[in-house]
């Protein structure tokens, strides 16, 4: 259905006048009776009009179509200002997910210049496996992701950002906290406090084949659940350095020489909100200098 067949039709309804509304609407008289007549073809060859002398009426069937037209006119306008409104007003919520550990201190920092800069951003962030967050990118749950690892996916966009190193969390006192740096299987051996997403499987990699899994005594999804299990004595965490915040009953020794990629993670193709785009480009940005040490 036409809508501009629509709007002429309203109209030529108000006025019963083809000069008037022809003149009303910019348009020819004959453009508006050939519009009247498709919309009349488009209907089933129903009579909307009938001539009375010179002049013309709505037929019954046209007052019938005239109430119904004018009603779904009157909404759409509705719906096109409240969109109109929308670009002005409503917030645009930026749906962020990352690994854990994922360059926390730059994200906090972008969220917070972005939020100055404009009131009506929001954000919603999601913590979880590389694995899931972009299951989640592919169902269009979140714009983006910074995850750890990539996937052989068509449909996923991938640009790195950089590495970030690993450190081991252990309770305080604890033997290996005199190194100046530790190698993975100096401290396969002991009680194990790891991420539930890979980790078993990259730290028997890390290990040089040594069986860490025997050794896992609690799984869990965030550093701060790691990090809390470590003060208590539990076990030892592998985290990355940026978890490394200080905390009561913790130390930390960094790996040897031990890397990881981070990896931001889209759609192709994905149309985002130009707000949303903007926080894209400087979060991508922003990790790379800090990566490069110019931030």
Known sequence: MNYNYLRYFSVLAQTEHYTLAAARLGISQPSLSAAIHHLEEELGDVRLFEKVGRNIRLTEEGRYYQEKVDAALQELNDASATLRESKISAPVVVRLGVVSGSVEKTVAKGIMSHILQNERLRFRITESSAEDLMDLVRDEKLDMAIVDTTARDRSLHFRKLGERNFCVALPAGHPLAMQDHLVPHQIAREPQIVFNYDTENSFEQWANGTS??????????????????????????VLSEECATPKAGVEYVPIWNWHQALYMCMLYDKWLEPLIWDFLEYLVKAIREEENGQA
């Open 212 to 237: 860490a899994a025997e050794n896992i005594v609690c799984t869990v999804n965030t550093a701060q659940s790691a990090l809390a299990l470590v003060a208590e004595g539990v076990g030892v965490c």
